[in-house]
Structure formats: C-alpha cells, structure tokens
C-alpha cells in the first residue's frame, strides 16, 4: 500500500490527496524551470489517521462536504492515484493551524525545503479591537510587552497575497490581522523581510510607505504591493534565512506559532534559482 499525504497548498489553497510525496508532488505541479518560471509556494502536510483527516474543518456555513471530499481522495489516493484533489479553493481559512504536521518551502522547479517544527509563540490577551487603535494600544490588547518602536516589512501569503510595512511587531501584526474589524482574517500566514535584501521592482513604493509610517505613528500597516506577492522577493529575504531565528509565522484569533527555518540550510536548495 502506497503512503499517503494530505497537502494544503498555500498560496492557492488547495488541499491534495497525494501517493508521490512531498518531493514528488513538488516536482508534478512544478511549471518548470525557476530561471523561466514564478511558482514559489508552501507545501503543509495535515494530520490523517486511518484514511480520514485527523482533525475537523472549520465551519464554512455548509456549502461543501469538506470532510467527506477529504476521506474520498485520500481512499483514492490509497487505491493508487498519484493526487486527487479534496478541496479546490479557500482551503487556508477552514483548516485549523493545528492540524498541520510539517511545512515545505517550495521553489519553482520542485525543489523542498522543510521548515523546523513550529513552537506556539504567544496566546493573545483579548479580543476587543477598533480602527483608531495606537501601536501602543495594540500591544496591550495583544498581551505584549512595551518596547521601542521600529518598521517591519511583511510578507502575507494568505489568505490574501500583500507586501506591506507596519511599526507592529510580528506578534502585534498577526494580533492585528486577526481582529481588525471590517478587514479580519479568520488565519494568517506571513513572514518578516528584511529590508537590506528587499529588493522590488516597486522599491519606490516601498520608500513612500516608510516615509508616510514615520510621519503618522498612529498609523500601523500600509501596503505596498498585493496579488502574487510570494513571487516578489526571494526566500532569501526572508528573516531568519541566515540565523534560523525567524521564519513563518501562522496565527488564528487565539495565538500565533512560528515555523523557523533549520539551522543549515541545504547548499542544493539554496542555489537553486527560483
């Protein structure tokens, strides 16, 4: 009998029900080459046990099977189909953080990476929010300390595609994200870049953005770029590339983990381009 994984793709949000493996279902949905191609993504192993998702979807209003769609491609896939398909669209916002068991980087041509295990950063405090909220104010809410301001470079993978600059903290930000009214995410994926190695083709934005948060300090986020945004900056940018001290950060409305990159990371992958 073949081993089977259940994979969400993120940013697409897709979950498969896969017989290849992590490294061979990279390689089947790879465009191709980096050099020629953009496909970067992240590839999340989810908790199965015995042919059926170990772990409950979060309520969609009942518009779809989930579970169900979810037990028949993974029996399909156990019967020997390379990938079946379980979910098509929007597969971030009902899964919960809690069910995913290990995270790949993916480049381009099908090259992974995997991510340390992630470790539960901090539980927020509460949850009452308001627009006119200060940085300051956000902290308190979120439960975190008080500290000296600085400006963060962010990287929103989903559940929608943003590049933008905020003077909250990784915490205060997933805090934020997941409590603003009018423009809440029910989850979020993201990950802090750093600035020396960020590099956009609308790197005039991006000074514009900086200048405009230091001039308003009650202002907290500001965007600079959205859609297919994983595709503008390299992995390398990324922070904790380097130190592995940082990486993913994943949050729901209760807590936010992080998912830190290893300690070495492979020479392979890392001159692979893409």
Not at 142 to 164: E, F, N, S
Not at 246 to 262: C, I, K, N
Request: hydrophobic share 40%; glycine share 8%.
């Amino acid at each position: 009998m073949p081993e089977v994984h259940l994979v969400l793709s993120i940013p697409q949000g897709v979950i498969t029900a896969t017989s290849l493996g992590i490294e061979g279902l990279a390689l089947h949905r790879s465009p191709g080459s980096g050099k020629h191609f953009r496909g970067r993504k992240l590839f999340v192993e989810l908790a199965t046990s015995n042919g059926r998702p170990d772990f409950s979807y979060l309520d969609e209003g009942g518009w779809r099977d989930a579970a169900g769609d979810t037990a028949s491609a993974l029996a399909a896939a156990q019967a020997g189909k390379r990938t079946k398909t379980a979910l098509s669209n929007n597969a971030f916002s009902c899964t919960p953080i809690e069910a995913y068991r290990r995270i790949w980087l993916v480049k381009t041509g099908g090259e992974v990476m995997p991510l340390e295990p992630g470790r539960d950063l901090h539980a927020f405090a509460s949850h009452s929010c308001h627009e006119a909220m200060s940085p300051a104010q956000v902290a308190v809410a979120a439960g975190c300390p008080d500290h000296v301001r600085k400006t963060h470079i962010y990287l929103v993978m989903c559940p929608i595609q943003l590049l933008l600059v905020s003077n909250l903290t990784p915490v205060e930000y997933a805090w934020y994200a997941t409590h603003r009214p009018g423009k809440i995410f029910r989850q979020v994926v993201f990950t802090e870049l750093e600035p020396e190695r960020t590099h956009l083709s609308a790197q005039s934005r991006l000074t514009s953005a900086l200048i405009e948060l230091d001039r308003q300090p009650v202002k907290k986020t500001k965007t600079i770029v959205s859609e297919d945004c994983i595709n503008e900056v390299p992995f390398f940018a990324w922070s904790g590339y380097e130190s592995s001290q940082d990486g993913l950060f994943l949050a729901d409305r209760e807590h936010v983990s992080l998912w830190p990159f290893p300690g070495e990371i492979p020479v392979a992958w890392d001159h692979v381009t893409g």
